[in-house]
């Protein structure tokens, strides 16, 4: 889809506005303004000037992208990306939300004409993203400041799609571009353990963390955690304190005894803060209200105010706090949440936002960030939660991708169903692939999968609870599971051992602009190996179809990873009744012409990045790394016929005969060793 041409409107408190064509590399005259659409490359770069002589305090900027005008039609399918960590994303038709704002990037289908836009930085300005006539629009909020004289305004960076590119394709480029350009510091370990929010909500205590740290690495025996975080609830005086400091009635002993045991067992201590806000009930509210904007309130709790992000005694303090939690605990992750709060009124009245005075807001925002890091360090993970997206980037590692897998208990019918959330989540993390491991590692909430009649609420069912982990599974993030595991049935703690190691591979949706939610998606992991996941949203049982072609390969060794279970070498595989709300995933292997390592029980990825096998003179080698060396596994091995009997002993066991070769087995292991069956 080509560009046929860029316009800026720059727009005034008044009222008026000044409208001119704009040609990237040349000035143009737009009332007392000169505006510039700079190349660096593939990017563009927006720059304001006053006219010499003149003066003026615009209200706000518009990148106008024009379109072929057919493009906006019916047939018009968008993505539209939320402005937050935890939103919900959907795919949209044009012809009913041709009003949405969006944030960071848009991409769009009509046909086979694809396109798409979006911020490639996020360090002064407000944004938005929206549809114009015939058009896509950047919109700049310049909140009504003067114009600096004799000086350039660079506003935020855009990348544009290239005519013919795919939207996906563009998502990622996109992503490439703007972690190199926020400096991206994407944390690279993933986060496996526990954490407490949509288990004890903010009822926890001493007794029940203790009992964490001996419980979950318990569960997964010799994999390791290496992270337990405490989520809201562990502070004196409820939400937004200001001033963080422990609860003794739920921790007399401080949170020192937790922060150890956590430490003993090799994990690392996480804590929750949201520094930006402060609350009119808090016991520290008279010490701290001086650097607060006492003139902002939030609709959704009229007495909390953010900091004055401006104030440079605020600024000291933030970082001085954060400094003291981190020598004093040992704290290695902060899950930080309400931030965009500190600048845009949040959940009611959303497009209410808080002006800088000295400075645009979103730098203002950035240089809050900045003092916590100060804080923490350049080695403590940074998690964002409830934080819009880009303008996190470079310095928080880590981000939330979806809203919270539990909203509550449910007891006045008030918040969506348990499965409501699960569709909305699941979809969503799967959309937002393309941050994942370039601009943040992903976060895609708790593995919540406690068995049905928990008594909180959040009743999901067996099929529930593996869609959810299989979305999960698919995100390539952290794997957190926030439940009470000692109370969790074998088959669930099963779920959650089964991920580790997770694979830290973010798959993508199969079709993007499949609506209302993708019914597959697709993991590459190498050309010879590609995992499927195939997602059954509807009420009743109905017959799944997958077929390999769909995912590269015109016939492929099909394994369904969840049981284990050996489908044959095939181009189409069809399972007649599956449950409603359910998922199942699938390696998908070229069949391979050398004996080689097939898969292994070790976890729902078959191992694979974790074995390798080879057929010699004096029979089998089988190698396993440090993340699966030594653990209980049952491993599976590939034959191909040209061996005839060599690589068969006493030691080996055959399991099948397929197109092409055998499987056999190289070693057992495991109390309730999963074994293959064919179907």
């Known amino acids: 889809m080509k560009v046929s041409g860029y316009q800026i409107k720059i727009s005034y408190a008044d009222g008026s506005q000044d409208c001119a064509a704009l040609t990237p590399g040349r000035w143009a005259q737009v009332g007392n303004v000169q505006a510039l659409l700079k190349q660096e490359g593939e990017i563009l770069c927006p ?13 706000d900027a518009q990148i106008v992208i024009r379109l072929p005008a057919d493009i906006f039609n019916d047939n018009l399918a968008f993505y539209n990306n939320g402005f937050a960590t935890n939103e919900i994303t959907n795919i949209h038709r044009w012809k009913d939300h041709r009003g949405d704002a969006m944030h960071d990037v848009l991409v769009m289908q009509n046909g086979n004409e694809e396109f798409g836009f979006g911020n490639v930085t996020a360090l002064r300005f407000y944004t938005e993203l929206r549809f114009g006539e015939n058009a896509l629009v950047e919109y700049v ?28 394709d563009f998502l990622s480029r996109w992503a490439d571009v703007a972690a190199k350009q926020m400096q991206a510091d994407p944390l690279t370990i993933t986060p496996i353990g526990w954490c407490s929010w949509s288990c004890y909500y903010s009822n926890v205590d001493e007794e029940k963390l203790l009992r964490v740290a001996r419980e979950v690495p318990a569960v997964l025996g010799k994999k390791s955690a290496n992270l337990v975080q405490i989520d809201d609830g562990w502070q004196e005086s409820d939400n937004f304190p ?59 709790n009229a007495d909390c105010h953010p900091f004055d992000l401006e104030n440079e005694e605020y600024l000291a303090y ?25 600048y845009r009124s949040f959940i009611e009245d959303f497009g209410r936002r808080v002006y800088g005075k000295t400075d645009y807001i979103i730098a203002l925002l950035r240089r809050a960030f900045a ?49 409501t959330l699960t569709q909305w989540v699941s979809r969503t993390v799967l959309y937002r692939n393309f941050y994942h491991k370039k601009l943040f590692l992903n976060d895609p909430d708790g593995l919540v999968i406690r068995d049905w009649n928990n008594g909180d609420g959040f009743d999901c069912t067996w099929s529930e609870a593996k869609l959810w982990a299989t979305a999960l ?24 051992a089964r991920l580790v190691p997770p694979l830290e591979i973010a798959a993508r949706p199969l079709h993007f602009f499949e609506e209302p939610a993708p019914t597959q998606a697709i993991l590459n992991y190498s050309e010879d190996i590609v995992f499927a996941a195939s997602f059954h949203w509807g009420d009743a049982r109905e017959k799944r179809t997958l077929r390999t072609a769909d995912y590269g390969m015109e016939k492929a060794l099909v394994i369904r990873c969840w049981d284990g279970a050996v489908l044959g070498v095939t181009d ?17 292997r070229k069949v391979p012409e050398k004996p080689c390592f097939l898969f292994s029980d070790v976890n729902v990825w078959g191992g ?24 209980p596994a049952n491993v599976y091995a590939w034959l191909p016929e040209c061996c005839k009997e060599q690589g068969m002993d006493e030691n080996v066991q055959l399991i099948a005969e397929l197109p092409g070769g055998k499987l056999v087995q190289l070693q057992k292991g495991g109390a309730n060793p999963l074994v293959p069956v064919m179907k």
Not at 381 to 403: H, S
Request: charged content about 25%; glycine content about 8%; aromatic content about 8%.
């Open 572 to 588: 189409t595989v069809e399972e007649k009744k599956c449950q409603p709300h359910s998922a199942e995933m699938y390696m998908l």
């Open 318 to 342: 933030l970082t001085e706090s954060f400094a003291r939690l981190t020598e004093k605990y040992h704290v290695e992750y902060y899950k930080l949440d309400f931030l965009m709060a500190s």
């Open 608 to 631: 694979v990045g974790h074995y390798s096998a080879g057929l010699g003179e004096n029979g089998w080698s089988l190698q396993a790394d440090g993340q699966v060396d030594g653990l």
């Open 473 to 496: 599974a698919f995100s390539g993030g952290s794997v957190l599971v926030n439940e009470e595991v000692e109370r969790l049935g074998l088959q669930r703690k099963q779920l959650f």
């Open 47 to 59: 720059v304001l000037r006053l006219t010499e002589g003149t003066q003026a305090a615009p209200l």
């Open 242 to 300: 200001g001033r963080y400091t422990v609860d003794l009635n739920k921790f007399p002993n401080g949170l020192e005894p937790v922060a150890d045991a956590v430490h003993e067992k090799g994990m690392q201590f996480g804590l929750w803060l949201s520094p930006l806000l402060l609350c009119e009930h808090s016991v520290f509210y008279s010490e701290l209200k001086k650097w607060a904007r006492e003139d902002v309130t939030l609709r959704a």
């Open 371 to 419: 003092a916590i890091r100060a804080g923490v360090g350049p080695d403590v993970t940074l998690l964002a939660c409830g934080a819009p997206v880009l303008e996190c980037a470079g310095i928080f590692n880590a981000a939330r991708m979806a809203c919270d897998i539990i909203w509550g208990t449910e007891e006045d019918n008030s918040t969506p169903s348990t499965w």
């Open 141 to 168: 909020d310049l909140e009504n400041k003067p114009l600096p004289a004799e000086q350039e305004l660079a506003l935020e960076k855009l990348l544009i799609a290239k005519d013919g590119e795919k939207a996906e």
